[in-house]
């Protein structure tokens, strides 16, 4: 089964909309770690934001806030007033903490969303 | 500050050739080094890890291996490329410590094996 799924293949915003990209996960472990990565053409895995499971509140970074339901396995990425720089390949990533399997607990990385911006 | 240096950044390499990626960090010390492949329009799936100078180890059966000959140097290779090795292939790393912590990655290297 997928641990980490994104449903959005691409999406496309106004500039200087807000955009949520949907991601929902799957794991048994306790404790565990989100994160959301940007990777515009040019290949680089850049980090934006990180949520700890035992977080209380969400995570807001800059423009970046992640929506975290716990209940509903949920971590959504809200970008808030968009900018033509935002358009990029977006990955939602989870790190379990516990459950390492021998991998201390390396990313599992879900299949990316396309992010366009339009102006 | 931290850096990650991947190089080359581009290689073309016709099948049956050796591999040879290199993978360097600076400004940390014992980090945990990360070799991910990313196929065409794909996820990154996790290569190799490694925890310290000579501890590999591998996620995926395949013809790759890694190497760790220093604490901050991290080495992709192969003795004979196939055609499936093509990829965008990306280095990690994060700070020795457990925890959620993030990884960072480095610019990448586009592989083509023809």
């Known amino acids: 089964a997928q641990k980490i799924t994104q449903t959005q293949p691409g999406m496309f915003v106004q500039e200087k909309e807000a955009v949520t990209l949907d991601c929902t996960y799957d794991t048994s472990d306790p404790s565990y770690g989100l994160f959301w990565y940007k990777q515009p053409s040019s290949g680089e895995m850049i980090f934006l934001i990180y949520?700890?499971?035992?977080?209380?509140q969400n995570a807001t970074e800059g423009r970046y806030s992640l929506n975290f339901q716990k209940a509903r396995k949920s971590a959504n990425l809200v970008i808030s007033a968009s900018q033509l720089g935002d358009s990029a390949m977006y990955f939602c990533a989870m790190r379990e903490l516990q459950n390492y399997g021998g991998s201390q607990g390396n990313l599992i990385f879900g299949k990316g969303t396309k992010l366009s911006v339009k102006p | 500050s931290q850096t990650i240096h991947q190089w080359p950044a581009t290689l073309v390499q016709p099948v049956g050739s050796p591999l040879s990626l290199e993978c360097t960090v600076e400004g940390t010390s014992n980090p945990n080094l990360y070799w991910y492949r990313q196929a065409a329009g794909r996820g990154l799936q996790l290569l190799f890890y490694s925890v310290g100078i000579g501890q590999i180890s591998s996620e995926v059966p395949q013809n790759l291996s890694a190497s760790r000959p220093q604490d901050r140097q991290f080495i992709l290779s192969s003795k004979k490329l196939l055609l499936s090795d093509s990829g965008f292939y990306l280095c990690?790393?994060?700070?020795?410590?457990?925890?959620?912590?993030?990884?960072?990655f480095g610019p990448g290297t586009r592989l083509t094996v023809t």
């Open positions: 990690a790393w994060s700070p020795f410590r457990s925890g959620g912590y993030e990884q960072y």
């Open positions: 949520q700890g499971s035992y977080d209380q």
